[in-house]
C-alpha cells in the first residue's frame, strides 16, 4: 500500500476553522475534503494546532507556529474515498487521527542511519518547506525543477532530514548520502510496472520510486537513451527517446499536468550518455520535434 507522505519543513501558520461535510449524493471535493481532515485533526487533538494549506490536496500541520513542521498530502485517501463515498466519514476520521498521533510522536531518530533515504522533489517543495527553517533541509541538485531530498523513512511516513538533524547524529552530508545510495535500494520495496501509450508506469510498494532514477545504475555509460517524468511522488513515467511517438505521449501528458499544477515535477529529464539534463521545457529547439504542440 502507498503510505501516506509527511515531510519535515516549518512554516508560519494560523488555525483554520471548516464546516463539518454532510454526506450527499455529491462527491465532495479535494479542497473540502482537505478541510474536513484539518477540521477532524483539530476536533482529535487536545491542543491547538497550526495549520497552513499548500493546496487543494497538502497542508502543513504541527504543534505551533515555531513547529509547524509536517507537511500531509490527501490524494491517495481522496481516491479511496472516491471508490467508497459512503465512507467519508471514516476516512477522514481515520487520516486525523494518524496525522495527530504522527505529530504528537515527532520524527522517530532510531536506526538514523539504515532509514536514510533520497526522494526527488521540485526546488518549490524545497523553497516552501525552507521558508522558516533555521538550518534548510539536506539536498543536492538533481536536473530540471528536481533535487534529491534526503529523507527518513518510517513504515507510515517520510520525513524530510534537515542539516541540524543531520548534525546532531555525527552524519556528514557525504556519508548521509552515500548511505542513501544502499537504504534507498533496500528499502524500495517491490517496484510495480505497467505500460500504456507507449509509455512505462513505474510505482513503488514503499512508496520511494522517485528515488530510483536518482541511483547511479539508473544512468551511466550504458544506460538506454530515456526520459522520464515523475508526475507523483510514487508515480514515474518513462519512455526511450528512439520511441518518438511515446515521448510525444509522454510530453502531451506533462504539459497536461503542468498547466493544472499537477505534478510533482514540471519538468522531463533526459538520461543520455550517462548524463542527466532537462527534455522539457526545453531551452533550445532540439527536442521540438517530439513537442505535440509545436505548428507547422
Not at 535500494?185 to 512508496?207: C, E, P, Q
Request: net charge negative; proline share 3%; aromatic share 8%.
Amino acid at each position: 500500500m502507498v503510505k501516506s507522505i509527511l515531510a519535515a519543513g516549518a512554516v508560519l501558520s494560523g488555525l483554520f476553522s471548516f464546516p463539518a461535510l454532510a454526506q450527499s449524493e455529491e462527491l465532495v471535493s479535494p479542497r473540502d475534503f482537505r478541510n474536513a481532515i484539518i477540521q477532524s485533526m483539530q476536533e482529535t487533538s487536545e491542543d491547538t494546532l497550526c495549520f497552513v494549506r499548500i493546496s487543494d490536496e497538502a497542508f502543513r500541520a504541527g504543534p505551533s507556529a515555531d513547529n509547524c513542521d509536517y507537511q500531509a498530502y490527501t490524494n491517495v485517501a481522496y481516491e479511496q474515498y472516491e471508490l467508497a463515498p459512503e465512507t467519508l466519514d471514516e476516512i477522514v476520521d481515520e487520516q486525523a487521527q494518524r496525522y495527530v498521533s504522527l505529530i504528537e510522536a515527532g520524527v522517530d531518530m532510531e536506526n538514523f542511519s539504515e532509514r536514510l533515504v533520497v526522494q526527488l522533489r521540485s526546488r518549490a517543495y524545497v523553497r516552501n518547506a525552507n521558508l522558516t527553517s533555521e538550518s534548510g533541509l539536506v539536498v543536492e541538485p538533481f536536473t530540471g525543477d528536481l533535487v534529491a531530498v534526503l529523507m527518513l523513512d518510517s513504515p507510515q511516513t517520510l520525513a524530510a532530514v534537515s542539516n541540524d538533524q543531520l548534525a546532531s547524529q555525527g552524519v556528514t552530508r557525504a556519508q548521509a548520502f552515500e548511505l542513501a545510495i544502499g537504504n534507498t535500494r533496500d528499502l524500495m520495496g517491490d517496484v510495480r510496472a505497467d505500460d500504456y501509450r507507449r509509455i512505462h508506469f513505474t510505482s513503488s510498494s514503499n512508496g520511494l520510486i522517485s528515488g530510483q532514477i536518482w541511483l547511479p545504475e539508473m544512468c551511466n555509460a550504458q544506460s538506454e537513451d530515456a526520459a522520464y517524468f515523475l508526475y507523483d511522488r510514487n508515480g514515474l513515467m518513462s519512455v526511450e527517446m528512439d520511441d518518438a511517438l511515446g515521448v510525444s505521449n509522454l510530453l502531451a501528458i506533462a504539459n497536461g499536468f503542468a498547466l493544472q499544477g499537477e505534478g510533482v515535477s514540471n519538468s522531463v529529464v533526459r538520461c543520455s550518455g550517462g548524463e542527466w539534463s532537462t527534455l522539457w521545457p526545453a531551452a533550445s529547439a532540439d527536442s521540438s520535434a517530439f513537442n505535440p504542440y509545436v505548428t507547422g
